[in-house]
């Protein structure tokens, strides 16, 4: 019996018993063997993985065809240094680093005013999506576009996914009390930038009482 | 006021006002993940790329180090001065680079 077998076994084994403990030993033991070189576990773990990661690298970069792009790269990644993976966070958390590094290192290389000209294109086109597919385009998703890649990324790490500072310090390679400076400046904009909205909007509702 | 005083109100902001949006967003942007046979072909075909590339940069290194070797073997030989002048400079060069890199990190800590 392979090694994948032997995972099919166990799998079988600890679907059966069901429940979430049983999911995370089952990550355990894709992550020990995809570490081990069994393509078939790092296939499966990429599989699992692969909604949330492109859902974060969406609301990180708020551009649908570069979070394609990244999500991609960061997987060929995954799977260049899966050897040196040593397990300490989560396979998730692990991705998530790749694509944070792999987007500030992006954001760092292009131009200025060609990446503020793609951001726009990015987010006009996130919100036609949107649009197609429900009601309303929320302010908030406005707001969120309109930071820069580098304060975004960690206010969606902290607040959204609620990883600590010196985590994302580590995530991210830059010192806890930049992560902590990015953090305090990216709220302040966001608390801006929503009660301008609040205000335009009560604004409105002024006008057409009128 | 604490550290942790601090952040709360912050996250409570962030509670209030962005996750439902972000939360509808992930909803919306969910995407379909390809199958897992797609996965495995994408690992193998990946890693066989990387290790064709591996054995071209391997080839690479030893061409260029074969070439060094050579040129200084034959410095050494005709011009002893030259060749002690290119090790320093080399020498140094290493030192500085070792020194950015690794002060940074030291810098880095301590701020951390």
Redesign the interface.
């Known amino acids: 019996m392979n090694e994948s077998e032997k995972l099919n076994v166990i799998v079988i084994e600890r679907s059966e018993k069901g429940g979430g403990e049983a999911l995370v030993d089952e990550e355990k033991l894709l992550v020990k063997l995809a570490v081990r070189g069994d393509a078939e576990s790092l296939a499966e773990l990429l599989r699992r993985s692969y909604a949330f990661l492109y859902q974060y690298v969406l609301k990180a970069t708020m551009h649908k065809a570069r979070a394609e792009d990244i999500t991609q790269e960061t997987m060929l990644r995954a799977i260049e240094k899966i050897a040196t993976f040593q397990a300490r966070s989560s396979f998730s958390t692990w991705l998530i680093s790749i694509a944070s590094r792999l987007m500030i290192d992006r954001a760092r290389r292009s131009e200025r005013e060609r990446k503020w000209l793609e951001e726009e294109k990015g987010l006009h086109s996130l919100r036609y999506d949107m649009l197609m597919k429900q009601s309303d385009w929320p302010d908030a998703l406005d707001a969120l576009g309109g930071l820069p890649d580098s304060v975004r990324i960690p206010v969606l790490l902290k607040y959204y996914y609620g990883y600590e500072q010196n985590e994302i310090a580590a995530m991210l390679d830059i010192p806890a009390g930049t992560v902590k400076s990015r953090l305090h400046n990216g709220l302040k904009a966001l608390r801006k930038e929503m009660a301008g909205h609040v205000g335009q909007d009560e604004e409105r509702a002024g006008s057409t009482m009128v | 006021m604490s550290d942790k005083t601090r952040k709360e109100p912050?996250?409570q902001?962030?509670?209030d006002?962005?996750?439902?949006?972000?939360e509808?967003?992930?909803k919306?942007?969910?995407?379909a993940?390809?199958?897992?046979a797609q996965?495995?072909r994408?690992?193998?075909e990946?890693?066989k790329t990387?290790k064709k590339k591996q054995w071209r940069d391997i080839g690479l290194l030893w061409l260029a180090g074969c070439f060094i070797f050579s040129f200084m073997m034959w410095l050494a030989d005709r011009h002893l001065a030259w060749f002690i002048a290119g090790q320093l400079t080399v020498a140094a060069g290493a030192l500085a680079t070792v020194g950015m890199k690794f002060g940074r990190r030291l810098r880095?800590g301590w701020?951390?």
């Open positions: 912050d996250q902001w962030f509670d006002n962005m996750r439902k949006p972000a509808q967003m992930d919306l942007f969910e995407p993940a390809p199958g897992l996965f495995e994408m690992v193998l990946h890693r990387v880095r701020k951390g």
